[in-house]
C-alpha cells in the first residue's frame, strides 16, 4: 500500500488539527487572551525567520545521505499526532491530567507487552528517554536485590554505569566477545562470584549494533538466581522480525529471549518513529508495582482507576507522546508483513547492502551486522592502529565536508586489540582506534547503499588516504 501522508504534505493536517481543537476549545465558551501573552507579528516574523534560519544548520537527518547517528525525523503521523495533542498540553502523570492520552499510554503499552510476548498483564509505562527508562530498570533491580551488584557488558550504554553510581550500586564490566557481544564464559566467572544481583543485556549495542547471546545468557543468570534487565533501547523494535528470513537466525533467537527477562527498556523514539521524549519500560511481573508506591497530596483524586504516575519516577510526562505513538500505531501496527515490520526490514536490507558494498574496496568491514549499524575502517595502505584511526577520521571529515555530494558518518572508538583479530599484522601502536560506523535506520537507505559507499571510496581516492 502507497504512503500517501509525507512530511511534505503534513500541511492540510495541520490545518485540520487546528480546526479540531478549536472546535474543541470553542465548547467551553468564549474567552479572550489576556493581552500580556500578545506578541508583535512583525516581530514573530523576524524572530522566526532568525529561528528557521538557525536550524538550517542541522545535518539533513531525514536524508539517506544522512549515515551517522541514531538519529531521524518522526513520522509524519507521529508530527501530528504528537502536536494535535499538543495544543491541548495533557500531562500523563495522574489521570486528571489528561485522561484520554493516559488510555492510550496504557492501550501502547500493552501493545508493546505483547510485541515482546511478555505473560499478561505485565507492568510497564513510557518514559521521557531511554536513559530514564533504564534508570527504573536499574532502580527496581536495586529494590529485589539491594545488597548486590549489577553487571553490565563492556559494550553496554554508558548509562547503566552512571545510573549504577545515581542509584548507588556498584557495577561490575563483563568482556565483550570481538563482535562486540557479551561473553558468556566472562558471565558465567562473574555470577560465580554471587555478588551480583542483575545482568544487563543489550539488545543493539549503541556502537556496533549487536545483540547480546540473550537466549543463553537469560538460563544461566536464573541457574544463579540472577534479574535479567534487556536494553532494547534500539534493537527492541526488530523483535517484530523474529520469524522473518532476514534477520539472522542467532539474533531472531536472541530477540525472541526477551520474553523471558524481568524488564525491558525500548525507545520508540528511536525505531519506534517518534520524535524524542518517548522511551518505555516494561516488566514481566506487575508486582514490581509495589517499589513505586508513594503518596501525593496533590493527585490521584480524580478516579480509582491506576493513575500512570503511580508507576512512574517521573512526574509530568508528555500526554503527546503517548498520542503520537497511539496514532503512529494505528496506521503503521506492530506486525511483521505489515506497517512497522517493513520499514525495519529495509533498514536491515541496507545495512547488508552497504557491509557488501565495502567488498573489494579499501573499505574493510568490522563485520556482518546483527542489525542496521555497520561498522568499518580505511586500510588501505595502512600498517598501524595510528594509521587507521587518522585515515578514519579524514574520511569522516571530508565525505561531510564535501560542498556537492555530503556524506554524514559517525565515528567510534574500538581498541586495537579487537582491530588486531581482524588484521594480525598490524602494529598496535595506540590504545584505541577511531573507526567509522553508519546507522542505516532510514528505509530508503536499501536503494542508497551502493552509491554511498562508491562515492566514499571516491572520496578516500581524491584524498589519498
Ligand atoms: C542501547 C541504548 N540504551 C540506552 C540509550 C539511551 O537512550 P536515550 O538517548 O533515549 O536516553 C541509548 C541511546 O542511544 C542506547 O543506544
Redesign the pocket.
Known sequence: MALTVAAQSLGGWLKEADRCVSIWESRWGPYELHPSLYVDHEALSASYEAYVNRLTENYPFFHPRYAG??LKPPHPVAILGYLTAMRINPNNHALDGGPPTAAMEKEVVTELVRMFEFPEPALGHLT???????LEGLFVSREQHPDKRIAVSRE??Y??ARMGYVLGVPVETIPADPHGRMDLNALEDVLRSKEIGTVVL?????GLGMVDPIADAIPLCRQYGVRVHV?????GFFRLLCNHEILDPMVSRNLNAIKDADSV?L?P??HGLQP?GC?CILYRNPEMARHYLHDSPYTYFTSEDLHLGEISLECSRAGAAAGALWLTLQLLPLAADEGLGPVLSACLEAAHRWNAALEDTPLQSWGKPDLDIVCYYPEAKSHSASEIDRASQALFEHSMASSTNPIFLSILRVRSTDLRIRIPEVEVDQEHVRILRSVLMRPEQAGFAESLVNCLVGFMQSHDH
Open positions: 547517528q541514531m521521557s528517554s531511554g536513559t530514564i527508562a533504564n553496554a550504554h548509562t547503566h543489550t539488545a543493539g549495542t549503541t536494553d532494547a533501547a534500539y534493537g527498556v525507545d523514539h528511536k524524542y522511551g
